[in-house]
């Protein structure tokens, strides 16, 4: 396929399959003769959380970086933990919080995320759906630095929730778990998916990438088309159009099958299954980028319609820069991240006190028809927007 990066079409004349080892190897031959830098740099990257490599290997002191900080210190001062729920949206923006932690080492946003999450603990919460499971993600980065036995129960709540009490439908984790309608929707893979990557990671329990790699395959054989890209559900009862594809469902599978290879990359291993999903997938992407703006439209079949949208586009280049840090891809897909940021960019405007706002962030969205979609007014300023732009800005800095 022509969108495919030349890192991954050399793995497979090497290997004679799309291996993320074969990838690796090319990676490697690359450092010694002194090309490729940037991307071979990233294999001292093995900590999940606070490892001066990751930071070095971003540029803390970029215009890229400080506008990321700026963004979530507005957002830090404008929106008080008690107001952030416990759901995929809040958990979103404390995942990037602890992404841009990594690079800044900005006490102001542990704090932020810690208070966040101790608060709920305090609270109490409840593991029922999918959406339930992304405040895991600053449990385990606070786990990479110490041991704390309440975070430690918020990860085994969302790791008993996924490997024994989550309904399935054929195998797959169904989104709206223990209160809704049995059905799969791709939201899903980076909801469980980041958790079950990162803690995998961090425990060095296999098991858990493993079941990621079960879940996006379920999810990949029922909800991919020819195209590469995803439809939005599977097993859903009501009126869906299934000709469409929806930008943000898209760009959480992206993400979290980048960082799921990433991991896989630096323990030398394998999954060619995985490695088609996400190449299949991205050439489906790359084909759908608006060549003016470098963003894409909500739905990334039906270009010039609806609206361009900034999380999409945001995670995408997040995902796509990650894939090039650790040699999954090449200059052709990081070119694309690179406009795709440039247009993110251009979604940040300055408020009345001249600080830093994210808008044309399409508001949360269930399943539907194209009407529905959009009838989904944009947004500004909504948590899981802007952890999206924090998350691009910070993965294709230095770049």
């Known amino acids: 396929m022509s969108g495919r990066s030349a890192t991954?079409?050399?793995?497979?004349?090497?290997?004679?399959?799309?291996?993320?080892?074969?990838?690796?190897?090319?990676?490697?031959?690359?450092?010694?003769?002194?090309?490729?830098?940037?991307?071979?740099?990233?294999?001292?990257?093995?900590?999940?959380?606070?490892?001066?490599?990751?930071?070095?290997?971003?540029?803390?002191?970029?215009?890229?970086?400080?506008?990321?900080?700026?963004?979530?210190?507005?957002?830090?001062?404008?929106?008080?933990?008690?107001?952030?729920?416990?759901?995929?949206?809040?958990?979103?923006?404390?995942?990037?919080?602890?992404?841009?932690?990594?690079?800044?080492g900005d006490a102001r946003l542990r704090d932020y995320y810690q208070r966040w999450l101790d608060f709920h603990i305090d609270r109490g919460y409840q593991i029922l759906v999918s959406d339930n499971c992304p405040p895991a993600l600053a449990a385990i980065s606070l786990l990479s630095e110490t041991s704390n036995d309440a975070y430690q129960q918020v990860v085994d709540d969302v790791l008993l929730y996924l490997t024994d009490l989550a309904p399935r439908v054929e195998g797959g984790i169904s989104h709206l778990g223990l209160i809704g309608v049995e059905s799969l929707w791709v939201d899903s893979l980076f909801m469980f998916g980041m958790v079950l990557t990162r803690w995998g990671e961090l425990s060095g329990e296999t098991r858990y990438l493993d079941l990621f790699s079960e879940q996006l395959d379920i999810f990949a054989s029922r909800m991919q088309d020819e195209s590469g890209l995803l439809v939005h559900a599977y097993g859903w009862p009501g009126e869906i159009d299934t000709d469409i594809f929806w930008a943000r469902g898209n760009s959480w599978v992206t993400a979290s099958t980048a960082d799921y290879l990433r991991v896989r990359v630096l323990a030398n291993q394998t999954d060619p299954r995985a490695e088609q999903i996400f190449a299949d997938q991205l050439e489906g992407i790359l084909q759908t980028q608006d060549s003016e703006s470098g963003m894409w439209w909500t739905l990334m079949n039906r270009q010039g319609e609806i609206y361009l949208e900034t999380s999409a586009t945001a995670l995408f280049s997040y995902a796509i820069a990650r894939a090039y840090r650790y040699g999954i891809v090449g200059d052709e897909e990081l070119g694309a991240a690179l406009r795709a940021v440039a247009g993110v960019k251009e979604a940040i405007v300055e408020d009345e006190d001249g600080r830093p706002v994210v808008t044309g962030i399409s508001g949360p969205t269930d399943l539907g028809n194209y009407d529905f979609y959009a009838s989904v007014p944009l947004q500004e300023d909504i948590s899981y927007g802007v952890g999206a732009a924090i998350l691009s800005l910070v993965e294709t800095s230095g770049l």
Request: proline letters at 3%; charged letters at 20%; hydrophobic letters at 45%.
């Open 8 to 104: 991954l079409q050399r793995a497979r004349k090497l290997s004679g399959g799309p291996t993320v080892a074969a990838a690796l190897g090319v990676l490697l031959a690359w450092n010694a003769t002194g090309c490729g830098s940037s991307t071979s740099s990233a294999l001292c990257d093995e900590a999940v959380a606070g490892e001066a490599c990751y930071a070095s290997n971003r540029d803390p002191s970029s215009q890229q970086v400080a506008l990321a900080t700026e963004i979530a210190i507005r957002y830090i001062d404008e929106h008080p933990v008690q107001q952030e729920f416990w759901d995929w949206r809040a958990g979103v923006l404390m995942f990037a919080l602890t992404e841009l932690h990594r690079v800044t």
